[in-house]
């Protein structure tokens, strides 16, 4: 029997990166760098106007962290993984961009799992100051979902080098910069 559990990548090991980490470097320095040296000139940023299109790079980002998850898994445990919307705060001063996210799970093969890992669990989960343990027996939760991401997928390298490609890709995309009039 399987179950599908809603949670929010805010509650998983992973981001997805508005910021450009992943890339480390600027989209729009790159952009400039390459304008300037395809047109001999030394134009800067305040010389352009510049769009954003930052619903789809959310959108693409987001995808491919599920992705990323699907590939990555173990199959014997986590079915199907779907993304369900994206959320960007109208503040970012207490919450990032994120998106939800449906994980269908094998009930048995999970709880089995959460059974013979209960004592980790349980500190864990205590020692996050936002997830309060329910007990293995009160059924699969987003918190214990949250657990398993955290212990059995949180590769952090092999994640943002995954994604590395896919955020330049996205922000090359999705910004417009044109001359200043």
């Given at each position: 029997m399987n179950k599908v559990v809603k949670i929010n990548s805010g509650n998983t090991p992973f981001t997805v990166d508005m910021y450009q980490t992943f890339t480390g470097e600027s989209n729009n320095d790159s952009m400039l760098d390459y304008y300037n040296s395809q047109n001999d000139t030394s134009l800067d940023y305040n010389d352009f106007d510049w769009e954003y299109n930052t619903k789809?790079?959310?959108?693409?980002?987001?995808?491919?962290?599920?992705?990323?998850?699907?590939?990555?898994?173990?199959?014997?445990?986590?079915?199907n993984v779907e993304l369900v919307g994206t959320f960007s705060p109208q503040f970012y001063n207490y919450n990032t961009d994120s998106?939800?996210?449906?994980?269908?799970v094998d009930t048995d093969k999970f709880t089995k799992y959460m059974q013979e890992n209960e004592k980790e669990y349980a500190t864990?989960?205590?020692?996050?100051?936002?997830h309060i343990p329910t007990g293995i027996a009160e059924g699969i939760t987003d918190d214990m979902l949250s657990y398993y991401l955290y212990t059995e997928m949180n590769d952090t390298e092999d994640y943002i080098m995954s994604m590395y490609d896919v955020a330049s890709e996205l922000w090359h995309e999705n910004t417009e910069m044109k001359l200043a009039q």
């Open positions: 789809e790079v959310l959108k693409g980002l987001s995808m491919a962290s599920v992705e990323y998850i699907i590939e990555n898994t173990n199959e014997n445990i986590i079915k998106y939800d996210m449906n994980i269908e864990w989960a205590n020692a996050q100051s936002y």
